[in-house]
Structure formats: C-alpha cells, structure tokens
C-alpha cells in the first residue's frame, strides 16, 4: 500500500528557508512514471501547486515559485524534499506530498505538515 | 495560468438532495480536469478524473461532466458523509491549478 508522510521544523522565522521531506513507503520512487509532488494549502483553505518530481528525476515547477524552491531526492531513503527560501508570513500553509495514480493526478497524499512563517 | 472559477462558494443542501457545483476554465482544458473531496483535518481525496471517470471505490452518486471550459460535479442523492469542501483542478496545462473550492454543508 503507497503511504506517503511529510516531516518538517513547523516553525519558521520570516526570510529563512524551510526543508521538508516527505517518506515514501510501498513502492520505490523510480519506478512506475509516477510524479511525486508538492502542493500546500493556505489558511481559508486555496490550494497551490508547486511542483513535481518525476520518477525518472525530470523535476517542474511551479512558474511562479520556481525562484525559490528546489525539489530534490534520495533514492536510497526513498524519500523527496521540498526547500522554500526567503519565506514570508504568506507561506504559511499546509504543505503536502502527493503521488498520483495510472490516470489521475494527486491520488495518494500524504497528511500534510504545518508551516508557520513568524518571528 | 489558467484560473479555475468554482460555484457556488458555499452551500447548503438536504439528505438526499441532487447537488451540481460547477467549475468554469478561463480557457479550454480539454476535459482535463479531476474533482478532489475533502473532509475538516484531511487530505483531499481523488473522485474523478478525465472530467468524468470515477476513481475506483468512488460511489457512483458521484457524476462528472463537461467539456470546453464548463464542468460539473454532481451528486445523485446526498448522504451525510459527503459534507465537506470540494475542489476542481485542471491539470491541461502548467501550472496545475485548483479551483477556490465549494463548501457542502447539511441544510
């Protein structure tokens, strides 16, 4: 069964740089032309995506985030990151990780993780 | 990017009841477009993709349609589980975006 869970500090002060990874457990993320993705959700709810990771390490962004993120892996953890640099209050949001299936995007999503940007 | 307009913001609605939200596309997307569910404190949840095929395990309640820049998601007869906030997205071009969402509430 795919599970996906993301990890990360939470808190962030205004103008530093978050990191979060999210664990890949059930299937490895090279295999199956499966696109492993970030997407985040702001309070009130709009939902944003950032972008992709592809199973094969092909990666795209998110036109207007492209400037400060970077998506990477580890193949041998099996897990994928997500690094925001030069975050403002308005990036705070519910970061998810998400897979999706044969003919869907998005089917497999992990519970999120809270990221507060305050001093 | 393409904007996705979803209506009606919110909603109330009786066990039952025959539900249509829809969702408007600032350009053709080619019935690229799913429809997600999500319920307070959770990941949102795939029902239908291809503006009208019903992910596996999805009850069949739930109806998708549409075509050009106009789609639909419909639900037959509302059961109480279906309470929640429901998003489209298209995903016909890059970036992916995502309606603002229609919350479902019980009249």
């Known amino acids: 069964d795919v599970q996906l869970q993301e990890s990360g500090p939470g808190l962030v002060k205004p103008s530093q740089t978050v990191s979060l990874t999210c664990t890949v457990t059930g299937i490895s993320i090279t295999t199956g032309n499966y696109r492993w993705s970030w997407i985040r959700q702001f309070p009130g709810n709009k939902l944003e995506w950032i972008g992709y990771i592809y199973y094969s390490g092909t990666i795209t962004y998110n036109p207007s985030l492209t400037s400060r993120t970077t998506i990477t892996r580890d193949t041998s953890k099996n897990q994928f990151f997500l690094e925001m640099n030069s975050l403002t209050a308005e990036d705070t949001a519910t970061y998810y990780c998400a897979r999706d299936g044969n003919y869907a995007w998005f089917v497999y999503w992990g519970q999120g993780t809270l990221v507060t940007v305050s001093a | 990017d393409i904007k996705m307009t979803q209506s009606p913001s919110s909603m109330y609605a009786s066990l039952g009841e025959r539900v249509t939200i829809t969702c408007k596309a600032s350009q053709d997307i080619n019935s690229y477009l799913s429809w997600f569910q999500q319920k307070p404190g959770k990941s949102p949840k795939t029902l239908i993709y291809r503006a009208n095929r019903l992910v596996d395990g999805v009850p069949s309640r739930f109806s998708g349609s549409g075509s050009g820049q106009d789609y639909s998601l419909t639900i037959s007869s509302l059961e109480y589980e279906d309470m929640g906030i429901y998003y489209c997205?298209?995903?016909?071009?890059?970036?992916?975006?995502f309606g603002a969402g229609t919350k479902l509430e019980l009249k």
């Open positions: 997205l298209q995903y016909d071009e890059f970036p992916l975006t």
